[in-house]
């Protein structure tokens, strides 16, 4: 801002609370923490990947919900290397933003395309949101970042996550 002193920059800084849905952080529970972000072309979220593991996570669990059918169709191999900075990678249905299915189209081939480029990756398809929230409450631990990539309507996952994973915590200790 031109003109404008170096207390006021500072101070302006300070109280930004970042761009919705850009590397967004949703808190954190029993020391897991989370991280919403709308990234969902390969080059964003490779980028996502690698910033996310500056924070040294014990490990870095990604959940992807591909975003259109023709985008699935055009980029499912381009998505092959995205998640390597990730630990495991869990891929949802595909969000289709008003898009008619595409016959034969659908989230399972970027999961082949990521196994084909790299089999010994942890790649996971779950379309399921129960089951999803299910398995990632029991695969997470303290330590860890769980990262929600795309452009759709998987914002609400962390949430749904903590309240089972403090409900799991509740439960145990009322035992």
């Given amino acids: 801002m031109a003109g404008a002193s170096e207390d006021l920059l500072l101070h302006a ?11 967004e952080s949703r808190g954190s529970v029993n020391g897991i ?10 080059g964003e979220v490779k980028p996502t990947l690698e910033t996310a593991r500056l924070f040294n996570p014990a490990r870095l669990v990604a ?7 023709t985008r699935t169709r055009d980029l499912a191999f381009e998505f092959a290397d995205a998640f390597c900075s990730s630990d495991f990678l869990f891929v949802t249905d595909i969000y289709s933003a008003g898009e008619k299915i595409l016959p034969g189209v659908n ?16 790649v996971y398809y779950e ?8 398995k990632l409450s029991e695969l997470l631990k303290s330590g860890d970042i769980l990262i929600t990539l795309g452009a759709g309507d998987l914002t609400s996952l962390p949430d749904q996550i903590k309240s089972r994973i403090q409900s799991i915590l509740l439960d145990g200790r009322q035992r």
């Fill in 127 to 134: 379309p399921s949101r129960e089951q999803l929230v299910k």
């Fill in 63 to 69: 959940v992807f919900q591909p975003h259109r059918f």
């Fill in 33 to 42: 923490g989370f991280i919403d972000d709308y990234a969902h072309l390969p």
């Fill in 107 to 122: 989230a399972s081939m970027i999961v082949e395309a990521i196994r084909q480029s790299n089999p010994n990756f942890e």
């Fill in 13 to 23: 800084l300070g109280r930004f609370g970042g761009v919705p849905r850009r590397f």
